[in-house]
């Protein structure tokens, strides 16, 4: 549709998510700390009421897209991370982590109609419930479909029937997000703590193997930054002393299960401590899991809110430079984009908006694509 360039960007509180339109549109700070902490928690139910309890059980995701159809484009660029959801009668639990449940979040549910709900902002709306697939979209009070995603879930015990079928002739395994043993503790914590803060820059690929039948735990390093033995062997000495800490139910029968490993210490005038990644031998998963540099998205998110205190002061050429800024130090801050976009349209400057507009379409936005072919062609 068509915008009016008289419109005014409502003035925003803070450098929040914008909507995606023409004209940016900053959510309150206080809610969007609200939204996020409640976003995973709830959902609307696009289903007959008879099929309710197909959704109690445990279920493993395998695909996510963008809600609007749009190329996903979040802090993870790709989808690499993993999501296990645990379902029953009172509560619904959220595990971001393959190896160990530390992370595990609960929350109470109220079921009304076709709708569980655990907050009055926000909810995911099944889209199709079967005995063995899930799929779910967000749906958040003030976010457009370019802001929200698409979930694709499978159910575990069906995951974990097909691995054993698969390997069911096998001796020795390489375990995968899917299908791996679990540990009651995480290595992190326990290298943290043995390094007692006497840390310093330098990552490791490698590989531990868990041997049920010896009831040991052997560490690999193939590659290392560090040359400092001394590390590495304590590395090895706590990952080796972990047997004890696997669950390994439904791995017994293997002679070997190999888990890839990646690790990175790390030390900055802001962070400090170990890191440790499975089931990869690619040290750029970090930036991939971790959203890219803490140090890079504090300066984009420092300069997003620079552009938005300009654009309330009418310093509309200094706004579109702090959101260039911006988008340039944080790639993945789109936001950054669609507001400098914005800018260039309310104050006239229509060709400019619309090369915008084309590069964010360019990024597979369809939100961008629409306005591009709206008010460019």
Same mark, same amino acid.
């Given at each position: 549709?068509?915008?009016?360039?008289?419109?005014?960007?409502?003035?925003?509180?803070?450098?929040?998510?914008?909507?995606?339109?023409?004209?940016?549109?900053?959510?309150?700070?206080?809610?969007?700390?609200?939204?996020?902490?409640?976003?995973?928690?709830?959902?609307?139910?696009?289903?007959?009421?008879?099929?309710?309890?197909?959704?109690?059980?445990?279920?493993?995701?395998?695909?996510? %897209?963008?809600?609007?159809?749009?190329?996903?484009?979040?802090?993870?660029?790709?989808?690499?991370?993993?999501?296990?959801?645990?379902?029953?009668?009172?509560?619904?639990?959220?595990?971001?982590?393959?190896?160990?449940?530390?992370?595990?979040?609960?929350?109470?549910?109220?079921?009304?109609?076709?709708?569980?709900?655990?907050?009055? /902002?926000?909810?995911?709306?099944?889209?199709?419930?079967?005995?063995?697939?899930?799929?779910?979209?967000?749906?958040?009070?003030?976010?457009?479909?370019?802001?929200?995603?698409?979930? /694709?879930?499978?159910?575990?015990?069906?995951?974990?029937?097909?691995?054993?079928?698969?390997?069911?002739?096998?001796?020795?395994?390489?375990?995968?997000?899917?299908?791996?043993?679990?540990?009651?503790?995480?290595?992190?914590? %326990?290298?943290?703590?043995?390094?007692?803060?006497?840390?310093?820059?330098?990552?490791?690929?490698?590989?531990?193997?868990?041997?049920?039948?010896?009831?040991?735990?052997?560490?690999?390093?193939?590659?290392?930054?560090?040359?400092?033995?001394?590390?590495?062997?304590?590395?090895?000495?706590?990952?080796?002393?972990?047997?004890?800490?696997?669950?390994?139910?439904?791995?017994?029968?293997?002679?070997?299960?190999?888990?890839?490993?990646?690790?990175?210490?790390?030390?900055?005038?802001?962070?400090?401590?170990?890191?440790?990644?499975?089931?990869?031998?690619?040290?750029?998963?970090?930036?991939?899991? /971790?959203?890219?540099?803490?140090?890079?998205?504090?300066?984009?998110?420092?300069?997003?809110?620079?552009?938005?205190?300009?654009?309330?002061?009418?310093?509309?050429?200094?706004?579109?430079?702090?959101?260039?800024?911006?988008?340039?130090?944080?790639?993945?801050?789109?936001?950054?984009?669609?507001?400098?976009?914005?800018? /260039?349209?309310?104050?006239?400057?229509?060709?400019?908006?619309?090369?915008?507009?084309? %590069?964010?379409?360019?990024?597979?936005?369809?939100?961008?694509?629409?306005?591009?072919?709206?008010?460019?062609?």
């Amino acid at each position: 549709m068509k915008f009016n360039a008289k419109l005014k960007v409502s003035a925003p509180k803070s450098p929040t998510a914008a909507s995606g339109k023409a004209l940016a549109v900053i959510i309150n700070q206080k809610m969007k700390r609200l939204l996020f902490l409640i976003t995973i928690f709830s959902f609307n139910l696009n289903f007959g009421q008879n099929n309710l309890s197909e959704i109690y059980g445990n279920w493993i995701k395998y695909k996510v %897209e963008m809600k609007d159809g749009s190329k996903l484009f979040d802090r993870f660029i790709e989808d690499s991370t993993y999501i296990e959801y645990s379902i029953d009668k009172q509560k619904l639990c959220l595990n971001s982590n393959p190896i160990h449940k530390t992370n595990e979040s609960c929350l109470d549910y109220t079921l009304i109609n076709n709708f569980i709900k655990t907050s009055q /902002y926000s909810g995911l709306l099944i889209e199709k419930i079967t005995n063995d697939t899930l799929i779910f979209s967000e749906k958040i009070d003030g976010l457009t479909n370019d802001k929200l995603k698409r979930f /694709y879930f499978k159910r575990q015990e069906l995951v974990l029937s097909k691995f054993n079928e698969e390997n069911k002739n096998k001796k020795n395994i390489i375990a995968s997000k899917l299908f791996t043993p679990k540990t009651n503790s995480t290595i992190e914590i %326990e290298l943290n703590k043995a390094f007692k803060n006497n840390f310093s820059n330098f990552e490791l690929i490698g590989n531990l193997k868990i041997y049920p039948k010896e009831k040991s735990v052997k560490t690999q390093i193939t590659f290392s930054t560090q040359k400092d033995s001394s590390r590495i062997r304590t590395i090895k000495k706590i990952i080796d002393s972990s047997f004890e800490k696997w669950d390994l139910t439904n791995f017994n029968g293997f002679e070997s299960i190999e888990l890839p490993i990646i690790l990175k210490s790390e030390i900055t005038n802001r962070y400090w401590g170990i890191k440790v990644l499975f089931f990869t031998n690619d040290l750029n998963e970090f930036e991939i899991v /971790y959203g890219g540099k803490l140090e890079d998205m504090r300066k984009s998110s420092e300069l997003f809110e620079k552009g938005i205190k300009s654009y309330q002061e009418k310093k509309y050429l200094k706004a579109i430079e702090f959101f260039t800024e911006s988008y340039r130090i944080d790639p993945k801050n789109i936001d950054a984009l669609y507001n400098k976009a914005a800018i /260039y349209f309310e104050s006239g400057d229509k060709e400019n908006a619309c090369i915008v507009w084309k %590069e964010i379409s360019e990024l597979g936005q369809v939100n961008g694509k629409e306005l591009y072919q709206n008010n460019c062609n």
